[in-house]
């Protein structure tokens, strides 16, 4: 079915219902090398279709190299992938007109206005809602008369999340979408991220900030040196992270005497205090603890950098 069009030249969308798949995203064994440089190697990921999928890693461990390959914009080195249900390298362009796309590295053409750019992108996926195209703009707080070239990289990268936005697509694909936004901005990012969530689209979120994915994503996969090393919901990995005990007590208490605790990784103790690094559950700590007078208590719980920090060995981001 082709889309028909406009008086003004613009194809509208097409009414087509697509069939659902259990799976928006599915890799096996994928793998793109830049000579003999990986990019990304023997890729076995499953992201579900109305999930917020986490992919996280640090710059140059392969992140924008799994995008562009699942988008068709670089040819794998070896491997297969499914963008909804469809072959990336046979049906690469109808996987780029039915998902919305920010690049890290984004380049726009900066002598249009912002206007001109949403119309011209809308009319390559048989778009043409410019009521739609406005709100999503004016949610972003886009001035779209302006010349592109003329914005700042903060206004440059709302464009980028609104073309992407627009026409509600099933599926997100995001690569670094936040960097450069204004506090305002990163905030109705997150709001429409999970309005995608609960109308059951999918988003695919790439990103080294690691409270971002927290707070948005259902799972998560960390890669490294180009591997897949894990994939896990977010709430059960933080519950593997070591987490960070303070117990002050009335008098100096040895720190050895936690040292064969289950799940203790470190204690150590200073004055009347002893700090400890904890996986797992806290009965046991405080059974030992329970020993002596306690004074007071401070647990911090594990959080995603601390999840990310123990794969990485402390590497930075």
């Not at 461990?61 to 963008?83: C, E, F, Q």
């Not at 990336?88 to 002598?111: F, K, N």
């Not at 703009?137 to 886009?142: H, V």
């Not at 405080?286 to 995603?304: G, I, K, P, Q």
Request: net charge neutral; aromatic share 6%; hydrophobic share 40%.
């Amino acid at each position: 079915m082709r889309p028909h069009h406009s008086a003004r030249g613009f194809p509208h969308a097409p009414s087509l219902q697509y069939p659902s798949v259990p799976e928006a995203i599915r890799t096996e064994r994928l793998t793109k090398c830049y000579g003999k440089t990986p990019g990304i190697l023997d890729l076995d990921l499953e992201v579900r279709t109305g999930e917020v999928f986490g992919f996280l890693g640090p710059n140059g461990a392969g992140k924008s190299t799994t995008i562009r390959t699942l988008l068709g914009l670089i040819h794998a080195t070896s491997g297969r992938a499914t963008v909804l249900g469809l072959d990336h390298r046979e049906r690469s362009i109808e996987i780029r007109r039915r998902t919305g796309h920010v690049a890290a590295d984004l380049a726009l053409y900066p002598d249009m206005t912002g206007r001109q750019l949403l119309w011209f992108l809308g009319a390559l996926r048989g778009f043409d809602d410019r009521k739609r195209m406005q709100r999503v703009a004016d949610r972003l707080g886009l001035d779209l008369d302006r010349p592109v070239g003329s914005c700042s990289s903060g206004n440059r990268r709302k464009l980028g999340i609104a073309q992407a936005f627009m026409h509600e697509p099933e599926l997100l694909v995001l690569d670094e979408p936040t960097t450069g936004l204004d506090p305002l901005a990163q905030q109705e990012f997150f709001s429409m991220v999970a309005e995608v969530r609960a109308e059951g689209r999918t988003v695919f979120l790439s990103s080294h900030v690691l409270p971002e994915v927290e707070r948005l994503a259902d799972r998560v996969a960390i890669v490294r040196q180009s591997r897949l090393v894990v994939v896990e919901e977010v709430e059960a990995l933080k519950r593997k992270a070591r987490r960070r005990v303070e117990i002050r007590f009335a008098g100096p208490v040895d720190a050895g005497e936690f040292a064969a605790v289950p799940g203790v990784r470190a204690a150590r103790a200073e004055g009347n205090a002893v700090t400890l690094e904890v996986e797992g559950a806290l009965s046991e700590v405080f059974r030992v603890a329970s020993r002596h007078e306690v004074r007071d208590l401070v647990t911090r719980e594990a959080d995603l950098e601390a999840v990310f920090l123990a794969y990485y060995g402390g590497d930075a981001l």
